[in-house]
């Protein structure tokens, strides 16, 4: 195996297709000489997660291929090309060893460009469902990785070899405390804490019900509550207004965040449920540390994909799947006291560990580094 990489990241748009690129890098720079180099779109989150993590960035132009008819489409098609030569130039010069997609239409310039100048690819999807950018991107990389087994039948007929690696989770998330999780927070410790969460920017269905359900919630359980940014949902103050008029005695068992940081792992250590949405990096994540869930897929998003990676855990006896439009206080109340009866969440935990690896980071670098071995014999 190679020394030193020089390897490219394409990828970006969301979370999801940003933290497992950072979990391989940070676990190649761990064990070599690595010079990365990320090439992602103007306006994603890819480009501070890089200059956080002090990664060179570079952008090009990138557009949206819809299944759906849209008028943005023809405009966002006339970007590919032109972020394809951008692609192009920046590989030419750079000249990396490989290139690391991990999906979002902002790879698909990188991809193609480096089939161009024989630089091999590997493109990595994190859902239960192939999206398109990586269909596309899978004509011109040499390995496909993907995150489960099942999404196999989705990629017809490619030349490229598909290997199932799981999806990487933040190797900082394993080393949780429990005691911290609850007292960062100031939250008791006498019942079990369910930790509610919409993603980065909240969900305001969950916000809501979970606002309705509080009285009969924290008389089982203490409630840890990510809403999301007040400019996103406007649900921060309508929550708290929700605390006071709770008895007193429930109130210091409710704590609402507009965000988690940090102490993210403390958090997951510490709760007995969480309840949330089911993007790619949720239910990698639970599935990884063994964490019972309540999943309520967000509605609308390209082939209902949160609702198949909700059921890759339900179905295996690791969480429960609400739909949204089912999703009212009276039934999140029952579904959580369901869940609270003895036993019940450690077969759970026990399910979801079964299904969740906690190795997915080192599959792909190894298949990174089997990739660059190839290049320089």
């Known amino acids: 195996m190679p020394r030193s990489l020089r390897i490219v990241i394409a990828g970006g748009g969301t979370g999801g297709h940003v933290h497992p690129a950072l979990a391989v890098l940070q676990l190649l720079r761990r064990d070599m000489d690595v010079e990365p180099l990320w090439i992602g779109s103007r306006d994603g989150i890819e480009r501070s997660v890089a200059n956080e993590n002090d990664i060179p960035f570079r952008e090009v132009q990138t557009g949206k ?94 030349k490229a070899h598909v290997i199932v690696t799981g999806n990487p989770v933040r190797a900082s998330l394993f080393n949780g405390n429990a005691a911290a999780g609850r007292d960062h927070f100031s939250l008791p410790h006498d019942l079990p804490m369910l930790y509610v969460t919409g993603g980065a920017l909240g969900a305001q269905a969950i916000n809501l019900a979970v606002r309705d359900a509080l009285p009969e919630l924290l008389r089982r359980a203490v409630i840890l509550h990510q809403c999301g940014p007040t400019d996103a949902n406007g649900d921060l103050p309508i929550l708290e207004s929700a605390r006071k008029d709770l008895p007193v005695e429930l109130q210091s068992r409710y704590a609402i965040r507009e965000r988690i940081g ?54 295996a006896g690791a969480s429960v799947l609400l739909p949204q439009d089912q999703l009212t206080a009276a039934r999140l109340i029952q579904e959580i006291e ?4 003895p036993g019940t ?33």
Do not use: C, W
Request: net charge positive; no cysteine.
């Open 262 to 315: 940090t102490e993210l792992a403390d958090v997951y250590a510490a709760a007995a449920l969480v309840i949330g949405r089911a993007g790619a990096g949720t239910v990698a994540e639970l599935a990884a540390l063994g964490k019972p869930s309540l999943l309520i897929p967000l509605p609308g998003t390209g082939g209902d994909e949160q609702t198949l990676n909700a059921r890759v855990l339900s179905q």
């Open 338 to 341: 369901t869940l609270l009866a």
């Open 65 to 158: 291929l819809r299944r759906y008819f849209s008028l943005q489409t023809p405009v966002d098609a006339l970007r590919i090309p032109f972020g394809t030569a951008q692609s192009f130039k920046i590989l030419r010069r750079f000249r990396p060893d490989v290139i690391f997609s991990t999906g979002g239409f902002v790879s698909v310039p990188t991809v193609i460009s480096g089939r161009l100048l024989r630089i091999p690819a590997i493109t990595h999807e994190q859902t239960a469902t192939v999206g398109l950018a990586t269909k596309i991107n899978a004509r011109f990389a040499d390995v496909v990785a993907l995150s489960f087994e099942r999404s196999r039948q989705q990629l017809g007929r490619i």
């Open 345 to 377: 969440l450690e077969t759970m935990a026990n399910a979801a560990r079964q299904i969740g690896g906690t190795d997915a980071a080192e599959r792909l670098a190894s298949a990174i580094l089997e990739l660059a071995r190839h290049k320089s014999e």
